[in-house]
């Protein structure tokens, strides 16, 4: 069975672009969260979706959006890049309560 | 959202000793504690989870044990090795949102 997927793997920007991460859940899996981890620091919870809605969402800025299409698959948005937006993005899905995350997308701003 | 509080943020041990790692939550709803390993690099893991139906569970080495009414949940690593050198995070329920992690060093 094939784990959670994220794409790109790296991804370099400028200060003030937009980005788009996509994650893909394990087959079955209805809901993705997605977390920003900076380096060397703790995961911070940035969006839920289940069943194509957004659940929940953390204390981060209106240019953090996302969206969950009818695969279950998801996309994150983050616009006008900050440098201090550089970090690990992970998304994890899960069936009930059992998160299991993707390998990352490493997210650089210059 | 669930409030996660967690302790210590680094936790130091000799080889074969034991690490326990607490986590406090605030929603008495919660009925769902797991734990979480992030070694050097790589994505977390799911190591052990409990529900709120019982007030202990061990897998081999790991155990982790439930007091509901103190609202705290502790991850107890036994005979620790070298391998369980990581970053250890508790999560609560619902939105999962983590606790703000352990760096657990074991010295050979």
């Known amino acids: 069975e094939a784990g959670v997927t994220q794409s790109p793997t790296h991804l370099i920007k400028t200060r003030g672009q937009q980005v788009t991460l996509r994650c893909s859940p394990i087959?079955?899996?209805?809901?993705v969260y997605w977390y920003q981890q900076a380096l060397g620091l703790g995961l911070q919870f940035l969006l839920w979706y289940d069943e194509g809605e957004e659940r929940n969402r953390g204390n981060f800025p209106p240019r953090f959006s996302g969206r969950q299409f009818p695969n279950y698959s998801s996309e994150l948005n983050v616009n006008a890049l900050e440098l201090e937006d550089s970090a690990l993005y992970l998304c994890?899905?899960?069936?009930?309560?059992?998160?299991?995350f993707g390998p990352g997308t490493r997210l650089t701003v210059t | 959202g669930e409030n996660v509080e967690q302790h210590p943020s680094t936790l130091s041990v000799q080889e074969g000793d034991s690490a326990v790692i607490k986590c406090t939550y605030s929603d008495s709803a919660s009925n769902y504690f797991p734990w979480y390993k992030q070694e050097l690099g790589k994505r977390p893991q799911l190591i052990i989870d409990?529900?709120?139906?019982?007030g202990e569970k061990k897998d081999q080495r790991i155990a982790v044990t439930l007091n509901k009414t103190a609202k705290h949940f502790s991850l107890h690593i036994t005979e620790t090795q070298p391998e369980d050198s990581a970053v250890y995070f508790c999560a609560g329920p619902w939105d999962m949102r983590f606790g703000a992690g352990t760096r657990l060093t074991v010295k050979p």
């Open positions: 409990i529900r709120s139906n019982v």
């Open positions: 087959s079955g899996h209805t809901s």
């Open positions: 994890a899905s899960s069936g009930e309560v059992e998160q299991y």
